[in-house]
């Protein structure tokens, strides 16, 4: 049987918790991870109704892209949605999951579901994220460098982009001088010891700190390993907010407000003027948006996709570009979708159902 901490730690896997933003609240809510699944069912939200749904299907564990509560919880009285939703999960030991920002910030997360179904192709980060990065550099004796850059590119470090097992190593020489205690690999204690050694430099993802440096120690001679972790301000590739993807042929405005309308099933649009200029490269941003206009005019974009645009940001599209407000919930939607997939793919002893609950607190007249 599968427990609810294997389905977290693959989720995490796939979408670290490093990578939620500083206001999130991913990761496991409530329930205990050593509980056997008997049922997932994968929602956008999770409320009441949710959770009754999760009953009826035999569900024991609830996935939701959007977490329950986000700042400290100090009560559970059932005096609002939050509170009632909760303490019916609680009654019923039925386990909830969030999965939020950082599944937003991966290449395979929300936006690439969103760009899928907007059919563009060629895609990449619009808002590619700084310090999710480090670099390791440590020292270790030539005899031993294939084994030791072995075990580091195994563990994940040195990735850049679509390419792996990436390293440079400089060579130099070592000295140390043994303790009366110390175990040395090479040298004898209290006696000044200079060794030719080789320096290894690889990036390193942030999730990915504390298994390299494990693998590092594994299968490094030294009884004593010397390392540095050095934060990176490089822009990762891999990780960042929205993407920029382009339509295979430009469409005029009015037939890509159409297109918009046909693939994402919003019954309300709210748009900005573009000046009549085709629409071919296009920036999305599932849920609330706004903080990347800017982003998506410098990129040269002809269309921003994403929700929850107040009035005066409206303006901040200069009519340099078509700024579309799709709603919050129809471009989240399909991360319903993306979540069974990705949990069907990877376990089969339970049944993975979607949520036929609408839980858009929007309604349109």
């Known amino acids: 049987m599968v427990k609810i901490k294997e389905i977290a730690q693959y989720l995490e896997h796939l979408a670290p918790l490093d990578y939620q933003e500083s206001y999130d609240n991913s990761g496991l809510l409530i329930g205990n991870d050593q509980w056997e699944v008997k049922g997932v069912l994968v929602s956008l939200d999770c409320t009441e109704a949710v959770v009754d749904e999760a009953i009826e299907q035999n569900c024991n564990l609830i996935v939701a892209h959007h977490p329950i509560w986000f700042g400290p919880l100090k009560k ?20 909830i999951y969030a999965i939020h920002t950082n599944l937003d910030n991966i290449h395979i997360g929300v936006n690439r579901k969103l760009a899928e179904k907007l059919q563009l192709q060629k895609l990449q980060p619009l808002s590619p994220k700084a310090q999710t990065l480090s670099k390791l550099v440590t020292f270790v004796p030539t005899t031993h460098i294939s084994q030791v850059l072995e075990a580091l590119h195994e563990a994940g470090a040195g990735t850049i982009g679509d390419y792996q097992s990436c390293s440079f190593v400089s060579k130099g020489t070592g ?66 907010s929205g993407l920029i993807g382009w339509l295979e042929n430009p469409l005029d405005p009015q037939q890509f407000l159409q297109h918009l309308r046909d693939t994402m099933g919003s019954p309300c649009i709210k748009y900005t003027d573009n000046n009549q200029q085709n629409v071919q490269k296009i920036a999305v941003c599932g849920g609330a948006g706004s903080f990347l206009i800017k982003k998506a005019i410098q990129a040269n974009c002809q269309a921003f996709v994403t929700s929850d645009i107040k009035y005066h940001e409206f303006f901040d599209a200069e009519q340099q570009m078509l700024l579309a407000d799709i709603g919050h919930y129809e471009s989240e939607v399909s991360t319903k979708e993306l ?27």
């Not at 390299?212 to 540095?228: F, R």
């Open 175 to 240: 000295s140390f001088k043994p303790g009366s205690d110390a175990k040395p690999f090479l040298g004898k204690p209290h006696r000044l010891e200079q060794v030719e050694e080789d320096r290894i430099e690889v990036v390193v993802p942030k999730p990915l700190q504390h298994q390299v440096v494990v693998s590092l120690k594994q299968a490094h001679p030294y009884q004593e390993v010397a390392y540095y972790l050095i934060p990176l301000e490089n822009r990762n590739p891999d990780i960042g």
């Open 339 to 365: 979540l069974s997939d990705i949990l069907t793919k990877k376990f089969s002893t339970f049944a993975v159902r979607l949520s036929q609950k609408v839980t858009n607190p929007i309604r349109y007249f």
């Open 76 to 95: 559970l009285t059932g005096k609002n949605y939050v509170e009632k939703t909760l303490i019916k999960a609680i009654k019923n030991d039925i386990a």
